[in-house]
């Protein structure tokens, strides 16, 4: 499973670092997805970076504020969320991508090993 960290609650304008770590997998083998839900809402596509590291897609909701990256000498993920806002409130989650689902993929049928979230709030 993988283990999303690093939440809390933020003003508007923070800057929180979001972790993905796994326990059993190799996340070096995987691209890695993080999506978010928010209460009443169904999950949605944040991010994702290849397992390299060398190619990442964003939500247009997100492209410009959120930075995905990875360090695989220590089998972590990172979200740097800058310019929160209080839509951004909700649960972060984080996945590796099928071997079966093609890069890009934004669907979270397309992710598997989900874990824990982490819950991010956005106060104005």
């Known amino acids: 499973q993988l283990q999303a960290s690093g939440g809390g609650s933020v003003q508007a304008g923070g800057s929180p670092r979001l972790s993905c770590a796994a326990s059993?997998?190799?996340?070096?083998?995987?691209?890695v997805g993080w999506f978010r839900q928010a209460p009443g809402k169904e999950r949605e596509f944040v991010t994702t970076i290849y397992w390299s590291g060398g190619r990442t897609l964003y939500a247009d909701s997100v492209k410009g504020r959120f930075t995905v990256s990875r360090d695989n000498a220590k089998n972590l993920v990172y979200l740097q969320m800058n310019i929160l806002k209080p839509e951004d409130t909700a649960v972060y989650y984080c996945?590796?991508?099928?071997?079966?689902?093609?890069?890009?993929?934004?669907?979270?049928?397309?992710?598997?090993?989900w874990g824990q979230g982490t819950q991010v709030t956005v106060s104005s």
């Open positions: 996945a590796t991508l099928r071997d079966s689902s093609p890069w890009g993929s934004m669907g979270p049928r397309e992710y598997d090993y």
């Open positions: 059993g997998r190799t996340l070096s083998r995987y691209a």
